[in-house]
Protein backbone atom coordinates (compact mmCIF):
# COMPACT_ATOMS: atom_id res chain seq x y z
CA UNK A 1 0.00 0.00 0.00
CA UNK A 2 2.58 2.23 0.00
CA UNK A 3 2.22 6.04 -1.81
CA UNK A 4 5.28 7.82 -3.13
CA UNK A 5 5.52 9.93 -0.37
CA UNK A 6 9.00 8.72 0.52
CA UNK A 7 9.95 11.31 3.02
CA UNK A 8 13.80 11.38 1.23
CA UNK A 9 12.44 11.89 -1.71
CA UNK A 10 10.17 14.96 -0.84
CA UNK A 11 11.64 16.88 2.03
CA UNK A 12 12.56 19.91 0.55
CA UNK A 13 14.85 22.62 2.61
CA UNK A 14 13.78 24.15 6.10
CA UNK A 15 11.93 27.38 5.38
CA UNK A 16 10.29 29.69 7.05
CA UNK A 17 7.61 27.40 9.57
CA UNK A 18 5.08 30.25 8.81
CA UNK A 19 5.06 29.01 5.32
CA UNK A 20 5.56 25.44 5.89
CA UNK A 21 2.23 24.75 8.14
CA UNK A 22 0.11 25.02 5.64
CA UNK A 23 1.99 22.91 3.14
CA UNK A 24 1.46 20.31 5.40
CA UNK A 25 -1.73 20.38 6.82
CA UNK A 26 -3.22 17.67 4.42
CA UNK A 27 -0.82 14.78 4.79
CA UNK A 28 -0.70 15.46 8.52
CA UNK A 29 -4.29 15.04 8.48
CA UNK A 30 -4.01 11.72 7.00
CA UNK A 31 -1.34 10.57 9.44
CA UNK A 32 -3.75 11.97 12.55
CA UNK A 33 -7.40 10.45 10.82
CA UNK A 34 -5.57 7.12 10.46
CA UNK A 35 -4.33 6.82 14.08
CA UNK A 36 -7.31 8.60 15.75
CA UNK A 37 -10.31 7.50 13.35
CA UNK A 38 -12.28 10.71 13.63
CA UNK A 39 -11.75 13.46 11.02
CA UNK A 40 -12.81 16.04 13.48
CA UNK A 41 -10.65 14.41 15.94
CA UNK A 42 -7.71 14.72 13.18
CA UNK A 43 -8.36 18.16 12.59
CA UNK A 44 -8.11 19.06 16.01
CA UNK A 45 -4.66 17.22 16.81
CA UNK A 46 -3.46 18.96 13.29
CA UNK A 47 -4.65 22.01 14.93
CA UNK A 48 -2.66 21.28 18.19
CA UNK A 49 0.36 20.37 15.86
CA UNK A 50 0.26 23.68 14.41
CA UNK A 51 0.03 25.55 17.53
CA UNK A 52 2.54 23.98 19.04
CA UNK A 53 4.73 24.15 16.07
CA UNK A 54 4.12 27.83 15.87
CA UNK A 55 5.09 28.33 19.26
CA UNK A 56 8.42 26.22 19.65
CA UNK A 57 9.69 27.61 16.25
CA UNK A 58 12.55 29.33 17.60
CA UNK A 59 13.79 26.24 19.32
CA UNK A 60 13.26 24.25 16.31
CA UNK A 61 16.77 25.42 14.82
CA UNK A 62 16.64 23.17 11.68
CA UNK A 63 18.12 20.13 13.47
CA UNK A 64 15.62 17.90 10.87
CA UNK A 65 13.60 19.00 7.93
CA UNK A 66 10.39 20.67 8.49
CA UNK A 67 8.36 18.00 7.98
CA UNK A 68 10.08 15.64 10.49
CA UNK A 69 9.25 17.95 13.10
CA UNK A 70 5.79 18.42 12.41
CA UNK A 71 4.97 14.82 12.07
CA UNK A 72 6.87 14.25 15.49
CA UNK A 73 4.77 16.99 16.98
CA UNK A 74 1.31 16.06 15.32
CA UNK A 75 2.40 11.96 16.56
CA UNK A 76 2.65 13.22 20.25
CA UNK A 77 -0.36 14.81 20.04
CA UNK A 78 -2.32 11.69 18.52
CA UNK A 79 -0.35 9.79 21.48
CA UNK A 80 -1.87 12.19 24.25
CA UNK A 81 -5.80 12.31 22.16
CA UNK A 82 -5.38 8.02 22.58
CA UNK A 83 -4.74 7.44 25.88
CA UNK A 84 -8.41 6.71 26.58
CA UNK A 85 -8.92 3.13 26.74
CA UNK A 86 -11.75 3.51 23.85
CA UNK A 87 -11.03 1.93 20.86
CA UNK A 88 -12.93 3.26 17.77
CA UNK A 89 -15.31 0.69 15.22
CA UNK A 90 -17.71 -0.18 13.23
CA UNK A 91 -21.32 -1.13 14.21
CA UNK A 92 -20.11 -4.72 12.99
CA UNK A 93 -17.51 -5.10 15.52
CA UNK A 94 -19.74 -4.22 18.41
CA UNK A 95 -21.98 -7.18 17.95
CA UNK A 96 -24.26 -9.77 15.51
CA UNK A 97 -26.60 -7.87 13.19
CA UNK A 98 -30.52 -7.79 14.14
CA UNK A 99 -32.58 -9.33 11.89
CA UNK A 100 -35.21 -6.42 10.86
CA UNK A 101 -38.10 -7.94 12.74
CA UNK A 102 -36.22 -7.34 15.76
CA UNK A 103 -34.32 -3.96 14.81
CA UNK A 104 -34.40 -1.52 17.82
CA UNK A 105 -32.47 1.77 17.32
CA UNK A 106 -32.33 2.34 20.70
CA UNK A 107 -30.55 5.17 22.32
CA UNK A 108 -27.99 6.67 20.11
CA UNK A 109 -24.02 5.92 21.62
CA UNK A 110 -21.57 8.69 22.25
CA UNK A 111 -19.68 9.76 19.21
CA UNK A 112 -16.03 8.23 20.23
CA UNK A 113 -17.63 4.93 20.09
CA UNK A 114 -17.44 4.71 16.08
CA UNK A 115 -15.02 5.66 13.31
CA UNK A 116 -16.36 8.33 11.62
CA UNK A 117 -16.12 9.27 7.91
CA UNK A 118 -13.74 12.08 6.35
CA UNK A 119 -13.74 13.73 3.29
CA UNK A 120 -10.90 12.47 0.80
CA UNK A 121 -9.69 15.94 -0.32
CA UNK A 122 -8.99 16.52 3.48
CA UNK A 123 -6.29 14.15 3.29
CA UNK A 124 -5.51 13.40 0.04
CA UNK A 125 -4.11 15.40 -3.03
CA UNK A 126 -6.54 14.48 -6.00
CA UNK A 127 -4.47 15.76 -8.11
CA UNK A 128 -1.61 13.58 -7.54
CA UNK A 129 -1.09 11.10 -10.22
CA UNK A 130 -4.13 8.50 -10.27
CA UNK A 131 -2.19 5.22 -9.41
CA UNK A 132 -0.97 7.18 -6.06
CA UNK A 133 -4.70 8.17 -5.56
CA UNK A 134 -6.00 5.33 -5.76
CA UNK A 135 -3.24 3.72 -3.19
CA UNK A 136 -3.95 6.05 -0.58
CA UNK A 137 -7.44 5.84 -1.25
CA UNK A 138 -7.10 2.12 -0.06
CA UNK A 139 -5.56 3.70 2.92
CA UNK A 140 -8.68 5.08 4.18
CA UNK A 141 -11.29 3.07 3.77
CA UNK A 142 -13.08 2.66 6.61
CA UNK A 143 -12.45 -1.25 7.22
CA UNK A 144 -8.87 -0.03 7.53
CA UNK A 145 -9.25 2.44 9.39
CA UNK A 146 -11.10 0.17 11.62
CA UNK A 147 -8.73 -2.20 11.81
CA UNK A 148 -5.73 0.35 12.62
CA UNK A 149 -7.91 1.18 15.83
CA UNK A 150 -6.74 -2.76 16.88
CA UNK A 151 -3.06 -2.06 16.60
CA UNK A 152 -1.61 -0.96 19.85
CA UNK A 153 -0.21 3.18 19.27
CA UNK A 154 3.67 2.45 18.33
CA UNK A 155 2.35 -0.54 15.98
CA UNK A 156 -0.04 2.11 14.53
CA UNK A 157 2.02 4.38 13.79
CA UNK A 158 4.84 2.58 12.27
CA UNK A 159 2.47 0.76 10.08
CA UNK A 160 1.35 3.93 8.91
CA UNK A 161 4.61 5.56 8.06
CA UNK A 162 6.10 2.21 6.47
CA UNK A 163 3.58 0.98 5.02
CA UNK A 164 1.23 3.48 3.68
CA UNK A 165 3.67 6.56 4.03
CA UNK A 166 6.71 4.48 2.92
CA UNK A 167 8.98 5.88 5.34
CA UNK A 168 12.66 3.61 5.51
CA UNK A 169 12.81 2.25 9.17
CA UNK A 170 15.35 4.35 10.08
CA UNK A 171 13.39 7.43 9.66
CA UNK A 172 10.55 6.03 11.19
CA UNK A 173 12.83 4.88 13.84
CA UNK A 174 14.50 8.35 14.29
CA UNK A 175 10.88 10.19 14.42
CA UNK A 176 9.12 7.45 17.03
CA UNK A 177 12.43 7.65 19.18
CA UNK A 178 12.90 3.71 18.83
CA UNK A 179 15.38 1.44 17.70
CA UNK A 180 15.34 0.39 13.63
CA UNK A 181 14.99 -3.10 15.80
CA UNK A 182 12.07 -2.17 17.41
CA UNK A 183 10.15 -0.25 14.18
CA UNK A 184 10.77 -3.75 12.16
CA UNK A 185 9.21 -5.56 14.94
CA UNK A 186 6.28 -3.57 15.58
CA UNK A 187 6.10 -3.46 11.60
CA UNK A 188 5.99 -7.08 11.38
CA UNK A 189 3.23 -7.31 14.43
CA UNK A 190 1.28 -4.82 12.42
CA UNK A 191 1.24 -6.48 9.37
CA UNK A 192 -0.29 -9.85 11.30
CA UNK A 193 -2.97 -8.20 12.76
CA UNK A 194 -4.18 -5.69 10.09
CA UNK A 195 -4.50 -9.34 7.62
CA UNK A 196 -6.84 -10.83 9.67
CA UNK A 197 -8.76 -7.71 9.88
CA UNK A 198 -8.35 -5.86 6.57
CA UNK A 199 -11.57 -7.93 4.83
CA UNK A 200 -11.62 -8.24 0.68
CA UNK A 201 -10.77 -4.73 -1.85
CA UNK A 202 -13.24 -2.71 -2.58
CA UNK A 203 -14.32 -1.31 -6.64
CA UNK A 204 -11.87 1.68 -7.72
CA UNK A 205 -13.88 4.84 -8.17
CA UNK A 206 -11.81 4.35 -11.17
CA UNK A 207 -14.12 1.34 -12.73
CA UNK A 208 -16.70 2.96 -15.04
CA UNK A 209 -18.98 -0.02 -13.23
CA UNK A 210 -18.29 1.77 -10.40
CA UNK A 211 -19.90 4.92 -11.53
CA UNK A 212 -22.92 3.12 -13.91
CA UNK A 213 -23.85 1.40 -10.10
CA UNK A 214 -23.43 4.99 -8.17
CA UNK A 215 -25.94 6.67 -11.11
CA UNK A 216 -28.22 3.33 -10.76
CA UNK A 217 -28.25 3.48 -7.16
CA UNK A 218 -29.05 7.28 -6.45
CA UNK A 219 -31.86 6.91 -8.82
CA UNK A 220 -33.77 4.41 -7.36
CA UNK A 221 -33.04 5.68 -3.27
CA UNK A 222 -34.20 9.12 -4.63
CA UNK A 223 -37.51 7.47 -6.01
CA UNK A 224 -37.19 4.87 -3.29
CA UNK A 225 -37.58 1.93 -5.51
CA UNK A 226 -36.59 -0.79 -3.28
CA UNK A 227 -36.92 -3.57 -5.88
CA UNK A 228 -34.44 -1.64 -7.91
CA UNK A 229 -32.34 -0.87 -4.62
CA UNK A 230 -32.07 -4.02 -3.21
CA UNK A 231 -30.73 -5.56 -6.50
CA UNK A 232 -28.23 -3.47 -6.49
CA UNK A 233 -26.79 -4.94 -2.94
CA UNK A 234 -24.87 -8.15 -3.12
CA UNK A 235 -26.13 -10.98 -0.61
CA UNK A 236 -23.46 -9.84 2.49
CA UNK A 237 -24.38 -6.11 2.04
CA UNK A 238 -24.52 -4.57 5.44
CA UNK A 239 -26.42 -1.40 6.37
CA UNK A 240 -24.89 0.40 9.20
CA UNK A 241 -26.46 3.88 11.43
CA UNK A 242 -23.71 5.32 13.39
CA UNK A 243 -24.54 6.79 16.69
CA UNK A 244 -26.80 3.10 16.43
CA UNK A 245 -24.98 -0.14 16.95
CA UNK A 246 -27.66 -1.57 15.02
CA UNK A 247 -26.96 -2.97 11.76
CA UNK A 248 -28.58 -5.12 9.45
CA UNK A 249 -26.94 -7.71 6.65
CA UNK A 250 -28.29 -9.09 3.28
CA UNK A 251 -30.72 -7.77 0.44
CA UNK A 252 -33.98 -8.56 2.71
CA UNK A 253 -33.66 -7.19 5.80
CA UNK A 254 -32.21 -3.73 3.92
CA UNK A 255 -35.62 -4.00 1.77
CA UNK A 256 -37.47 -4.48 5.07
CA UNK A 257 -35.61 -1.65 6.88
CA UNK A 258 -36.22 0.39 4.39
CA UNK A 259 -40.08 -0.07 4.06
CA UNK A 260 -40.56 0.33 7.86
CA UNK A 261 -38.35 1.85 10.21
CA UNK A 262 -36.23 3.30 7.11
CA UNK A 263 -39.35 4.82 5.77
CA UNK A 264 -37.99 7.96 6.69
CA UNK A 265 -35.83 8.02 4.06
CA UNK A 266 -38.42 8.20 1.05
CA UNK A 267 -38.30 11.16 -1.07
CA UNK A 268 -34.35 12.37 0.11
CA UNK A 269 -32.05 14.23 -2.27
CA UNK A 270 -28.48 12.84 -2.47
CA UNK A 271 -25.53 15.00 -3.49
CA UNK A 272 -22.07 13.31 -4.26
CA UNK A 273 -18.85 13.26 -1.99
CA UNK A 274 -15.66 11.85 -2.14
CA UNK A 275 -15.55 9.73 1.38
CA UNK A 276 -13.28 7.06 3.06
CA UNK A 277 -11.72 6.37 -0.44
CA UNK A 278 -14.89 5.44 -2.12
CA UNK A 279 -18.47 7.55 -2.94
CA UNK A 280 -20.76 8.95 -0.80
CA UNK A 281 -23.59 11.19 -0.63
CA UNK A 282 -24.97 13.87 1.46
CA UNK A 283 -28.60 12.68 2.49
CA UNK A 284 -31.38 15.20 2.72
CA UNK A 285 -34.63 14.75 4.08
CA UNK A 286 -37.94 15.77 2.78
CA UNK A 287 -39.17 19.14 5.08
CA UNK A 288 -42.02 20.47 2.51
CA UNK A 289 -41.96 20.29 -1.30
CA UNK A 290 -38.64 21.93 -2.59
CA UNK A 291 -36.84 21.93 0.56
CA UNK A 292 -34.49 19.44 1.76
CA UNK A 293 -32.15 19.68 5.55
CA UNK A 294 -29.24 17.14 5.96
CA UNK A 295 -30.01 13.99 7.40
CA UNK A 296 -26.87 11.52 7.09
CA UNK A 297 -23.41 11.12 5.36
CA UNK A 298 -23.62 8.14 3.39
CA UNK A 299 -20.81 6.01 2.67
CA UNK A 300 -21.40 3.52 -0.03
CA UNK A 301 -18.85 0.54 -0.74
CA UNK A 302 -19.13 -1.30 -3.62
CA UNK A 303 -17.28 -4.80 -5.08
CA UNK A 304 -17.48 -6.78 -7.95
CA UNK A 305 -20.18 -4.66 -9.69
CA UNK A 306 -22.73 -4.57 -6.21
CA UNK A 307 -22.82 -2.50 -3.01
CA UNK A 308 -21.42 -4.35 -0.15
CA UNK A 309 -21.69 -1.34 2.09
CA UNK A 310 -24.34 1.30 2.86
CA UNK A 311 -23.12 3.03 5.56
CA UNK A 312 -25.14 6.05 7.31
CA UNK A 313 -23.51 8.37 9.47
CA UNK A 314 -26.08 10.02 10.94
CA UNK A 315 -24.99 13.34 12.24
CA UNK A 316 -25.82 16.24 10.20
CA UNK A 317 -23.21 18.57 11.55
CA UNK A 318 -20.65 16.71 9.36
CA UNK A 319 -21.88 18.10 6.33
CA UNK A 320 -19.97 21.47 6.52
CA UNK A 321 -16.79 19.49 6.53
CA UNK A 322 -17.55 17.57 3.03
CA UNK A 323 -17.94 21.14 1.77
CA UNK A 324 -22.27 20.19 1.43
CA UNK A 325 -24.95 23.20 1.62
CA UNK A 326 -26.66 23.68 5.10
CA UNK A 327 -30.13 22.91 2.69
CA UNK A 328 -31.36 22.04 -0.54
CA UNK A 329 -34.00 24.66 -1.46
CA UNK A 330 -35.67 24.95 -4.45
CA UNK A 331 -38.47 26.60 -3.99
Not at 161 to 171: D, G, I, T
Not at 182 to 199: D, E, F, I, P, Y
Not at 268 to 294: I, K
Request: hydrophobic residues 40%.
Amino acid sequence: MHSTMDPERVEEPVGSVEQDLETYRRELTGYCYRMLGSGSEAEDAVQETMIKAWNGRDSFGGRSSTRTWLYRVAHNVCIDMLRSPQRRARPMELGPSTPTSEAVLGAPLPEGVFVQPIADGKVIDLTADPADVALARESIRLAFIAALQHLPPLQRSVLILCEVLAWKASEAAALLEQTVAAVNSALQRARKTLAARRGPSLMSTMDSRHSVLLEQYVEAFETYDIDRLVSLLRDDAVLSMPPFNLWLSGPEDCAAWFLGKGIVCKDSRLLPVMVNGTAGFGAYHFVEPGLWEPFAVQVIETREGKIVGHHNFLYPELFPAFGLPEKVDER
